[in-house]
């Protein structure tokens, strides 16, 4: 095993999570260990991350259904009640020539999340083959999810600031839609999967830990 493909496992160190610190490990000792600067219990590997990543990308993409289909938001003026889902608010602001805002709820509420989901899912499909097809690609495709994540919440800022400016008494009153809720678990969910899964496991497959 060459200095390249050797990992902290191979050499005895085990990385903490929590604070980063490298500690020496010792034989049959793995599970007891605890970080001696931040106390957290150290692992090879974060514990079962294919199982609970798997479970959160699922979770994820049932919710993302009812986030599309169900209203984001509920405007109503005049007496008159009209909801809008993702995309219809998205074909409006399109149609009204606000083709800008149009296009950030486009990509922060469809194209961000459905990006992320996928590009998880191909990561833990290529673990779990033990592909060792370009891990240096793969991990970079990782730190994509990561980076990205958070921007989904855009459309849920747009919605909370519009609740809360537009509440000129019985003239015009904009809720938060049912699909609001599960479009914020869908970000969440996303957000987590990527805490819990493992990059380290793709480089695994390159050089297996004994």
């Known amino acids: 095993m060459t200095a390249a493909t050797m990992t902290s496992a191979d050499a005895?160190?085990?990385?903490?999570?929590?604070?980063?610190?490298?500690?020496?490990?010792?034989?049959?000792?793995?599970?007891?260990?605890?970080?001696?600067?931040?106390?957290?219990?150290?692992?090879?590997?974060?514990p079962n991350s294919l199982a609970r990543t798997w479970a959160f990308v699922i979770a994820a993409f049932i919710c993302y259904i009812p986030a599309n289909l169900l209203p984001m938001t509920v405007v109503t003026s005049l007496g008159?009640?009209?909801?809008?889902t993702i995309m219809s608010g998205v074909i409006y602001f399109f149609q009204h020539g606000q083709w800008?805002?149009?296009?950030?709820?486009?990509?922060?509420?469809?194209?961000?999340?459905?990006?992320?989901?996928?590009?998880?899912?191909?990561?833990?499909?290529?673990?779990?083959?033990?592909?060792?097809?370009?891990?240096?690609?793969?991990?970079r495709?990782?730190?994509?999810?990561?980076a990205i994540g958070r921007w989904s919440m855009t459309d849920i800022y747009v919605v909370t600031i519009m609740v809360?400016?537009?509440?000129?008494?019985?003239?015009?009153?904009i809720e938060a839609g049912t699909g609001a809720i599960f479009f914020g678990a869908v970000v969440v969910l996303t957000i987590i999967a990527a805490m819990t899964f493992d990059p380290r496991e793709i480089w695994d497959n390159m050089a297996p830990i004994t």
């Open 141 to 146: 495709l990782y730190r994509i999810t990561e």
């Open 100 to 139: 800008p805002i149009g296009l950030v709820i486009l990509i922060a509420s469809v194209v961000v999340p459905l990006t992320k989901l996928f590009i998880l899912i191909y990561l833990l499909i290529s673990v779990q083959r033990k592909s060792q097809w370009r891990p240096a690609e793969r991990t």
């Open 12 to 46: 005895g160190l085990l990385g903490c999570h929590s604070c980063g610190l490298l500690t020496r490990a010792r034989s049959g000792q793995h599970a007891e260990l605890l970080c001696p600067r931040c106390g957290a219990a150290l692992h090879k590997r974060k």
């Open 164 to 173: 809360a400016l537009v509440h000129v008494g019985n003239l015009a009153i």
């Open 80 to 84: 008159k009640a009209q909801s809008d």
